[in-house]
T-cell receptor
């Protein structure tokens, strides 16, 4: 069964706007990670946030983690056409595995 | 630095045929994984390995076998392919740490169709 559930399933915004997607999970975790997948390609790691961290930044990406609500959000600021992709969250629950959500499909309109 | 390399990239099989997918990583990673990805879904773990000579079942292991005879290679076998195994298969690797699974590096995927 999937640990993470992303919300929304799909998001379409104008270039330059901010994009926010959310991830909820079920069990306690060591860390939560976000990945990007361009159509038909392998996944690329974006950012990792540990269970004792609340917020993390990397370039135009901002990730928050609320362990009390078992949820995380990924914010992409000043979106670009190249940000069009599917975004997945994955959780490490301590059993050598990453458990994946179904992803959010992000479309950036020019 | 090639990272994670999967072969083949595409394959069409007839029902009942067998095949082996090869994953090779050159980053000296301990952990390796095989996933399948079906339309509109996230990744589902088939089998994984936390070190040379060790393998374990994931969420959807039925119909698949794996081997990790060398640290850099992780093989996924389909003994008797079924149409339900039509999917995109991804291999991934990561450093093994006591603090948990860190960044996973992915191959480019194998698109398998079983007719």
């Amino acid at each position: 069964s999937q640990q993470g559930e992303e919300d929304p399933q799909a998001l379409s915004i104008q270039e330059g706007e901010n994009a926010t997607m959310n991830c909820s999970y079920k069990t306690s975790i060591n860390n939560l990670q976000w990945y990007r997948q361009n159509s038909g390609r392998g996944l690329v790691h974006l950012i990792l946030i540990r269970s004792n961290e609340r917020e993390k930044h990397s370039g135009r990406l901002r990730v928050t983690l609320d362990t009390s609500k078992k949820s995380s959000s990924l914010l992409i600021t000043a979106s670009r056409a190249a940000d069009t992709a599917s975004y997945f969250c994955a959780t490490d629950a301590g059993n050598y595995q990453l458990i994946w959500g179904a992803g959010t499909k992000l479309i950036i309109k020019p | 630095n090639a990272g994670v390399t999967q072969t083949p990239k595409f394959r069409v099989l007839k029902t009942g045929q067998s095949m082996t997918l090869l994953c090779a990583q050159d980053m000296n990673h301990e952990y390796m994984y095989w996933y399948r990805q079906d339309p509109g879904m996230g990744l589902r773990l088939i089998h994984y390995s936390v070190g040379e000579g060790t393998t374990a079942k994931g969420e959807v292991p039925d119909g698949y076998n794996v081997s990790r005879l060398k640290k850099q290679n992780f093989l996924l076998g389909l003994e008797s392919a079924a149409p339900s195994q039509t999917s995109v298969y991804f291999c991934a690797s990561s450093i093994g740490r006591r603090t948990g699974v860190t960044e996973a590096f992915f191959g480019q995927g194998t698109r398998l169709t079983v007719v």
